[in-house]
Structures are given as C-alpha cells and as structure tokens.
C-alpha cells in the first residue's frame, strides 16, 4: 500500500511539473518582445521643429511627452496618423488615413523598415521612427518635402 501511495504521489508531482512546464512555455511564447514591452503606446501625434522654420509630425505618448513609443496592429489613436501621412507622402504607398494601425500601416511600416534596414517586425517603434523619413512642413507653405533620415 505504501508502494502504490508513493506512485500516486510521484505520478501527481509528474502531472504538476508538466502543467507547470506547459503554462510557463506559453507565457515565454506570449511575452511581448523586448523592444515592445519597454515603451508605452503612441497615442497622439506632436509637432518636431526641424530647422529653418521647419517642422514635421511624429507620434508620441501624451502622458510623458516621449516620442519613444510603439503601435502595432490594432492600434487606434491620434498617433497612427502622422505615421500614415509619412507612409503615403515619403515612401509612396496608397494608404487610407483613418487612424488604425490595420495592414496597410503594418505593411508600410514593413517596407519603410526593409528600405531603412531595420528590424522587420512590423512595429513602429523608436528604431523605425529613427530610421524613417517624415514629411517636413513649412507654415503657411504646407509639405517642402521629406526629412533625412534620423528626424
């Protein structure tokens, strides 16, 4: 009887360790990745001076005032316009301007991070920002062009 007692409780810490196992491999799985997880959500959008009496739009998170922020797929704010105003405008690709961050921002933002040689994760994020172009205004003049990479 002690045999089978002891088999009864191996058998169960066996099944425990396995759950234990399964559940943590599904949370490494479904861990954001490193890039993501340290930075907030853009959710509006912020003039950038440039120079000259020059300026662009960038997303940027409202509570701190960083420019250091992510979006992906699904996203939905004030932020998602001036990235899909640059897709369109500076990298020439047909996209609706509607504020959702659906798959034809996820695939600008793809190509912007192919033709920029960035991580191609589909992510905006502060490596993409960095890397990209942005339409420069001037006041009263309206787009004067793109930036150089790194605005």
Not at 56 to 61: A, F, L, Q
Not at 72 to 99: M, N, T, W
Not at 102 to 117: H, K, L, M
Request: net charge positive; proline share 5%.
């Amino acid at each position: 009887m002690m045999g089978s007692r002891m088999s009864l409780r191996a058998r169960a810490a066996l099944a425990t360790g396995a759950l234990t196992s399964t559940l943590l491999a599904g949370a490494v799985v479904a861990a954001p990745t490193a890039s993501s997880a340290s930075y907030p959500t853009c959710n509006a959008q912020k003039m950038v001076s440039t120079s000259g009496g020059r300026f662009t739009y960038h997303p940027y998170y409202k509570a701190t005032g960083s420019r250091n922020c992510v979006m992906g797929r699904g996203a939905q704010s004030d932020g998602v316009f001036p990235l899909q105003h640059a897709i369109e405008y500076c990298y020439k690709r047909d996209i609706a301007f509607d504020g959702i961050y659906g798959p034809q921002t996820e695939d600008g933002v793809w190509a912007i991070q192919r033709a920029e040689d960035v991580g191609r994760d589909g992510v905006y994020g502060p490596e993409t920002r960095k890397a990209m172009k942005w339409p420069i205004y001037q006041g009263g003049v309206g787009h004067v062009g793109c930036s150089e990479l790194g605005v």
